[in-house]
């Protein structure tokens, strides 16, 4: 029968976090099920996708999920090469077992008493692929960072300049001048800009390894990041203005701070302020309303 990877997921994880990934045959893979908590791994969840459980990797870009579920019960997900994804449930673990046998050996395999489910607008092969968790600079995020913080406020700093300059000339006084440049930077333009800059050139050639379930960290220099374990945290800090209409709240600093007096900072170019707490969901958080200049 076919050696299949498999790998494990706990309630604590984040979506694409998995452990113990390796290859396996359908005996060793019983024995991994039989072996995990689940009576443990099920108190105080809410049924998702990514739950407790134990996913098998097909042949075929297809997946096989064997989860917690509701009422006490157990569900295998089978998630097809067409990204359709069916459901049954089962009463007992045991009861799962012939289908997933059917999976190592049935090529393709016929989901056969399982409900097709309807995720229209879902993107659920998050769910089953496996996930790094690597955040670094990259040509893309560059972009998506710089249209989503800088883009309205640039566009406007710029037409309002030009009209400016249209209607002016170099014989305006130097009141105008100055006037014009402080429109142009309390309109958000320059303050973003600033801001973007510095930003990117803290983050450039940088890289932060950091998982939901996994104590062990890394940040640094993209080819020889820095190992630390957030138990070695003493909290974290995020850095932010609140409000719509201040000019500095489209960007973040995250502060992790050290028990050894280690300051890590982590701009939001490289990873959100919100992926960090969720992250670092059992640490203390201080919530910092400064200018978050790096």
Known sequence: MAQLISKVQYKIFETGEFVEIRERGFEETIALINSYPWNTEREKIEISLTNPSITIEGKHNDFLKLSVYYHQKFALHYFDDKQTLYTRSFTHLQDAFPFIQMFFGQVPFVPTGFRKENTLFQSNLKHFVTQDFRYFLTPGSIRKYFWSTCSFSSIM?????????????????????????????????????????????YARGKIFVMSRGNDVFYFGEKDNPVKYNKKDLLNYTIKMVRGSRNPYSVFAVAKLNLK???????????????EIAHKLYAYKCVIDQGVPLL
């Open 260 to 274: 050894d007096g280690t300051i890590i900072q982590i701009p939001n170019i490289l990873v959100g302020d919100s």
């Open 157 to 201: 700093s710029v037409i309002f300049i030009f009209t400016g300059f249209k209607f002016a000339s170099f014989s305006m006084p130097a009141w105008f001048w100055l006037w014009l440049l402080a429109m142009f930077i309390a309109m958000g333009g320059g303050v973003h800009l600033v801001f973007f800059f510095r930003y990117v050139k």
